[in-house]
């Protein structure tokens, strides 16, 4: 079992910057990547970033070139978004990818970032 605790979020005025934080415990030498997804109503859950044990990122198209991801140490994965646009809007959640001995994700609960002014 991973547990998933995401800190950070808010309200911003759009052009802004918010840091979300995602710590995860448990059986975290399961983990093989952590991310970050985010949900508004009517449209599936979408991919922000993740970022693999080894540091290797991957960033969804709508963010590329304004967030960032880095793997503080094996339990935490920091999001920083610049340039903030509406369409940021929504819920974001933390996400553990775990491989063996079979692939599962396992969730946060989920942090509202609004871009609004």
């Known amino acids: 079992q991973v547990q998933l605790v995401e800190s950070g979020g808010g309200l911003v005025q759009p052009g802004g910057s918010l840091r979300l934080s995602c710590a995860a415990s448990g059986n975290i030498l399961s983990i093989y990547a952590l991310g970050w997804y985010r949900q508004v109503p009517g449209k599936q859950r979408e991919l922000v970033a993740s970022i693999t044990n080894g540091g290797v990122p991957t960033l969804g198209d709508s963010v590329k070139g304004r967030f960032t991801i880095s793997r503080v140490n094996r339990t935490t994965a920091d999001l920083q978004m610049n340039r903030l646009k509406p369409e940021d809007t929504g819920v974001y959640y933390c996400?553990?990818?775990?491989?063996?001995?079979?692939?599962?994700?396992?969730w946060g609960q989920g942090t509202q970032v609004t871009v609004s002014s």
């Open positions: 996400n553990a990818l775990v491989l063996a001995p079979y692939t599962y994700d396992y």
